[in-house]
Nanobody, 122 residues
Framework: QVQLVESGGGLVEAGDSLRLSCAASGRTLSSYRMAWFRQAPGKEREFVAGISWSGSTTYYADSVKGRFAIDRDNAKNTVYLQMNSLKPEDTAVYFC???????????????WGQGTQVTVSS
């Protein structure tokens, strides 16, 4: 079992930056591919960014490419999402997820955190 806890969300203005963290316990994160998803009010949860076991490969949704960056520190059992140039449409609850297989589908991930709220005002 892997327990994931997100932190770092908050209320910011358009153009600001935030750095989300996802701390894992239970098992070492180095065994898992990791991803961030988000869910805006009234919408389905959507993929944001993913990262390979080693961190050498990252991939992003088109909507955040060039603005967001995912990275991981396996020694600290933590995954991060650096979010720059935030827009009001980035407002959502952000979830981190861990799984054995890569992909942008929720089905690729077995473990989920509870989420952290990010609100971007215009």
């Amino acid at each position: 079992q892997v327990q994931l806890v997100e932190s770092g969300g908050g209320l910011v203005e358009a153009g600001d930056s935030l750095r989300l963290s996802c701390a894992a316990s239970g098992r070492t994160l180095s065994s898992y591919r990791m991803a961030w998803f988000r869910q805006a009010p009234g919408k389905e949860r959507e993929f944001v960014a993913g990262i390979s076991w080693s961190g050498s490969t990252t991939y992003y949704a088109d909507s955040v490419k060039g603005r967001f960056a995912i990275d991981r520190d396996n020694a600290k059992n933590t995954v991060y999402l650096q979010m720059n140039s935030l827009k009001p449409e980035d407002t959502a609850v952000y979830f981190c997820a861990a799984g054995r297989y890569a992909g942008n589908s929720e089905r690729s991930y077995n473990y989920w955190g509870q989420g952290t709220q990010v609100t971007v005002s215009s």
